[in-house]
């Protein structure tokens, strides 16, 4: 039996968690475990598991990780897995983690395939913001996974019933519940969304100041354009979170990213490397970005990005 994290929202079963059930159908078969949601509970039978078993306490309506982790050992008790599987989202990641340290596991994140053999149970995993994939091997009584997102396609299995749904409660601890989600704040969503804008206009610490972004903003307004930015920018609090473009932040893949006053970290290319032209406005002609660049202009953005604006404005007759 395969022990499947499994993540929901609004009665739906999160997407990342059915790609994750798939890939924990090569290993065994599945059990899903759910923190509440009964509704979406029974949705999975048609991704193939038997029986979802339903953490239930009032305190679990906020999110706590060491809460959810504790959930997650307390079904290892209960049904004592081959493995546990979850999807390799922010929560998952942190959940695996926290059960890792509890329990001393081996926690591999960000799996693409796995294979086993007497050496152990082997797992190719992402590393490095998708820079380069790594052949693992985890020793040890119970291995822990998470499915990197996008990378094993979610599958329906012929004629899967509802499951049976088993509730329990944990034996949550005040110490599980040190670290909670207090509140939601909805992202500022104005204009074109950063994850499926045809075209980014993106700065870093070469913009100077949060006001430099009004000459990138403009830009991106006549280019029906989303702005983006690096984690310096963020840092600095130029931006919010939310714009930032990178391994720790949105990955983005438009047909034209342009990258102002961008260094071209390995962990900023990890988020626009899908982008299918790279456009670079820097002042070092040595700068990294220009590595990963199709066009690149050297000189100081504070003027060649005013002037694109006006020649496309000239170009419009606007
Ligand atoms: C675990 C981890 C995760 C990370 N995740 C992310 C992430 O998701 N996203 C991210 O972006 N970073 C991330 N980082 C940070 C990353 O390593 C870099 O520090 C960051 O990307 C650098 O930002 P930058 O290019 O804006 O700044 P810098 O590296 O300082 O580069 C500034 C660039 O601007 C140019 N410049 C300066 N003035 C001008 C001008 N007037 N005109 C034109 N060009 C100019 C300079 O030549 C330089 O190339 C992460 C780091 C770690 C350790």
């Given at each position: 039996m395969v022990l499947v994290l499994v993540e929901h929202d609004g009665g739906q079963v999160d997407e990342l968690s059915l790609q994750a059930l798939a890939l924990a159908r090569d290993l065994g078969e599945p059990a899903a475990l759910l923190v509440g949601g009964r509704q979406a509970a029974a949705q999975l039978g048609a991704h193939g598991v038997a029986t979802a078993y339903l953490a239930e306490d009032e305190r679990l309506a906020a999110y706590a990780p060491g809460a959810w982790a504790r959930c997650v050992e307390d079904a290892i008790e209960l049904i004592g897995p081959s493995a546990v599987v979850a999807a390799g989202t922010n929560r998952g990641n942190e959940v695996l983690a926290h059960v890792a340290a509890r329990r001393d596991l081996p926690f591999a994140a960000n799996v693409t395939a796995i294979g086993d053999d007497a050496s152990g149970l082997g797992a190719t995993r992402v590393r490095w913001g998708g820079s380069l994939l790594e052949e693992a091997r985890l020793h040890g009584p119970l291995p822990l996974l998470s499915v990197a997102p996008h990378t094993v396609a979610a599958a329906t299995v012929n004629g899967g019933a509802a499951p049976a749904i088993e509730s329990f409660s944990p034996a949550l601890a005040p110490a599980d519940l040190?670290?909670?989600?207090?509140e939601h704040v909805d992202a500022v969503q104005a204009g074109v969304s950063l994850a499926e804008a045809k075209v980014v206009v993106s700065g870093g610490r070469g913009v100077g100041s949060a006001d430099g972004f009004g000459m990138l903003e403009e830009l991106a307004g006549l280019l029906d354009a989303a702005v983006g930015c690096s984690r310096v920018v963020t840092s600095a609090g130029w931006r919010p979170h939310t714009d930032q473009v990178g391994q720790t932040g949105t990955k983005v893949s438009p047909d034209l990213y342009i990258a102002c006053g961008i260094s071209g970290a390995t962990q900023h290319i990890a988020g626009c490397k899908g982008a299918k032209k790279i456009l670079a406005i820097n002042s070092d002609a040595e700068a990294p970005i220009l590595n990963s660049a199709d066009y690149a202009v050297i000189g100081d953005l504070t003027e060649i990005v005013p002037a694109i604006t006006a020649e496309l404005r000239r170009a419009r007759g606007s």
């Open positions: 040190v670290v909670q989600v207090a």
